[in-house]
């Protein structure tokens, strides 16, 4: 009898033990990442987020379980993936851009959304204000809008004879507009002419790139958008190939050979996109949490690209630089 009842012990714990441990797994909070690029090209967005998640509290696989969804550049995918990660009630949709956050905020209006974007969140509708959201959506807002003209700036203080440069803006991303806009505008200020060129596919970019020749373009500014990030080597040597001076907003663009470099940290912003979400996970409402604005800002200037263009970079923008490649 006690050699059964050894035995029949045993045998419950062989099955409690795997019970048991499902049942911890499910009672850790899931949330849902919604990315428009892809693992890779967002792995720098994804560390930075892991970062503020663990500043949080939350490490994903041991007390975190995050569901990943990744649209390829295919905007049109969004509002699926969108509406899958509510059928599967995560408890916090993590969007990180302007379009995929739309795409969230029309799947639900009661889940809990924190994004990521470059544009205005009160413009956007995502808030009603930035100090008081008000709804289910917070997150943390670059300076977006300001600083496509200041790439344009850039451009015409390294190259103050050129007048006639060209942006490359990816027309199916949500911010699109807003940045050919402004772009327009500043450039009118600084006396320039300003050519779109569109690009909303990788197959797109030389066909952009040869219409750069054709328009005798002096320069380039490449729009923000997560098509281009997810491309930004391609797109630094095909500049180079060209032989044309150019501007992106990730400094992996300037190391890569580009011209220059100017924009926000995306790592932080991402980085005060998963502290909120911890907040959140830990009980508090989007309505009640501030939209952070994001405030750090790099400039990288590759010095040996500007030498083989023939440029003389001046001496207080060298300054200015977060960091020169030579």
Known sequence: MRRRAFIEGIAASG?????AARAQQSSMPVIGYLGVGSAQSEAHRVGGFRQGLKEAGYIEGQNLTIE??????HYDRLPAMAADLVRHQVAVIVATSASASLAAKAATTTLPIVFETAGDPVKLGFVGS???PGGNLTGVTQ???EEAPKRLQLLHELLPTARVMALLVNPTDQLGESQVRVSLEAAKSLGLELHVLN???E???DAAFSKLTELRAGALAIAGSSLFTGHIERLAALTVRHRIP???QRHEFATAGGLVSYG???ADTHRLVGIYTGRVLKGEKPADLPVQQATKVELYINLKTAKALGITVPIPLLGRADEVIE
Not at 15 to 19: F, S
Not at 68 to 73: H, L, N, S, V
Request: proline share 3%; no cysteine.
């Open 264 to 266: 926000t940290n995306i």
């Open 68 to 73: 990943y969804r990744w649209a390829e550049d």
């Open 143 to 145: 300076l977006g809008e």
């Open 203 to 205: 197959r797109d970019f």
């Open 246 to 248: 150019a501007v992106y």
């Open 199 to 201: 690009a909303s596919v």
């Open 130 to 132: 930035l100090s008081r």
């Open 15 to 19: 099955v409690a033990w795997p019970l």
